[in-house]
C-alpha cells in the first residue's frame, strides 16, 4: 500500500518523524475504547508535564459514544478530573439547552455525570451572539494560556501573540471533508489571525463558531475520529487523495505535535487493501 510503513499491534506511540498515525478498529466499540484509552494517556501525560489538561471536545454524533464512555467508572477514575479544562473546538450558533448544542452533548454524556468543577468548563456563550461569542472565547482562550495578561499599571489586556497550544484537540469529519466547523470554501480557512472566528456556513444557512486551523495545529495532539460506511470514500480522499484544503479542510490539519486519526472498518474500508483490519495500527509517511 502506498504509503503505509508500517503495521504495529496498537500502543499510543510518538511518532516525529513528520507521520500521522491511522489506526484502525474493528467496530465503533472498539474505536471508542481505542479513544478513550488515548485521552487518559494524554491527559496523565499533560498533567505530569504541566499540571493541567487543556482538551477540547468535537461534536455531532460520533463522539458521543466517547464521553458517555468517559464517564463510566472505569475510565473516569482513570482521569484527575480537577486538572482538566474542558472546551469545544467548534459550537452551533444556538442556545446551551439546545438539542443541536455540542456543549448539551457533552454536558449531558459526561460533563454532569464527572466530578469536574464548573469553572473548568468553557462553553462557548452563544447567548452573546455568534461574533461576540467567539471573540468572547477567544479572550477567554488567551487569558487562560496567559496569551492574554492584565497590564498592572493600565488594567489592559495586554496580548503577547502566539498560538495556545491546547494538550489534546479531538476532531470530527464530515463526509464533505469538514472538521470542526472548517467547512469546504469557508472564509474560516483563510482565517490566519484570529483564535476563533464566526461566520456563515452556507451549506447549513447557519452561523457557526469554530477554533481556526493555526489553533487547532498549536496542539500537542489531534485525534481524528471517524466511525462509519458514510465516511469511507472521504477518508480516502483526505488521507490519500491530492492536497486540496480549500475543498477538503481536514487537510488543513497538520499539528505541531502529535495526529492520530482513528477509525473503526467501515471508515477506513477504502483506505487500505484489506477487507478487515487486525486491531492494530498503520503508520502512514504523509506525502509532500
Ligand atoms: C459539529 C462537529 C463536526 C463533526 C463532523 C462529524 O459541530 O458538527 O464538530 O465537525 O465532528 O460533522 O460529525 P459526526 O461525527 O456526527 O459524523
Known amino acids: ?21 491511522l489506526n484502525v478498529q474493528p467496530d465503533p466499540q472498539a474505536l471508542t475504547r481505542l479513544a478513550a484509552s ?10 505530569e508535564r504541566r499540571g493541567r489538561f487543556h482538551l477540547a471536545l ?8 466517547l464521553y458517555q464512555l468517559l464517564a463510566t467508572p472505569e475510565f473516569a477514575q482513570q482521569i484527575f478530573w480537577d486538572r482538566v479544562q474542558v472546551w469545544w473546538s467548534d459550537e452551533r450558533d444556538v442556545p446551551a439547552d439546545h438539542a443541536d448544542s455540542n456543549y448539551k452533548m457533552a454536558h449531558d454524556a459526561l ?69 470542526a466547523s472548517l467547512f469546504p470554501h469557508s472564509p474560516a480557512l483563510k482565517e490566519g489571525e484570529r483564535l476563533v ?14 477554533f481556526c486551523a493555526p489553533l487547532i495545529n498549536a496542539a500537542d495532539a489531534v485525534i481524528f475520529l471517524v466511525s462509519g460506511a458514510s465516511k469511507a470514500a472521504m477518508l480516502k480522499r483526505v488521507l490519500l487523495g491530492d492536497y486540496a484544503p480549500d475543498e477538503l479542510p481536514a487537510q488543513m490539519i497538520a499539528p505541531a505535535g502529535k495526529l492520530f486519526w482513528m477509525a473503526d472498518a467501515a471508515a477506513a474500508a477504502q483506505v487500505a487493501d484489506r477487507p478487515a483490519y ?3 495500527e498503520f503508520i502512514y509517511r504523509r506525502s509532500a
Open 38 to 47: 488515548a485521552v487518559v494517556f494524554w491527559s496523565r501525560k499533560a498533567i
Open 58 to 65: 468535537s461534536g455531532g454524533g460520533t463522539p458521543k459514544q
Open 197 to 210: 472566528t464566526a461566520h456563515h456556513v452556507d451549506k447549513l444557512n447557519a452561523m457557526r463558531i469554530t
Open 278 to 280: 487486525p486491531a492494530g
Open 111 to 179: 460533563l454532569s455525570k464527572a466530578p469536574i468543577p464548573p469553572a473548568n468548563v468553557h462553553r462557548v456563550r452563544t447567548e452573546l451572539g455568534a461574533q461576540q461569542a467567539a471573540a468572547q472565547y477567544e479572550t477567554e482562550i488567551g487569558l487562560a494560556f496567559e496569551r492574554l495578561r492584565t497590564d498592572e499599571a493600565s488594567g489592559a489586556l495586554v496580548d503577547s501573540g502566539g498560538w495556545p497550544s491546547f494538550d489534546l484537540v479531538l476532531l470530527g469529519m464530515g463526509d464533505d471533508g469538514h472538521t
Open 1 to 21: 500500500m502506498e504509503g503505509v510503513v508500517g503495521v504495529s499491534p496498537f500502543v499510543i506511540q510518538l511518532n516525529d518523524e513528520g507521520t500521522y498515525h
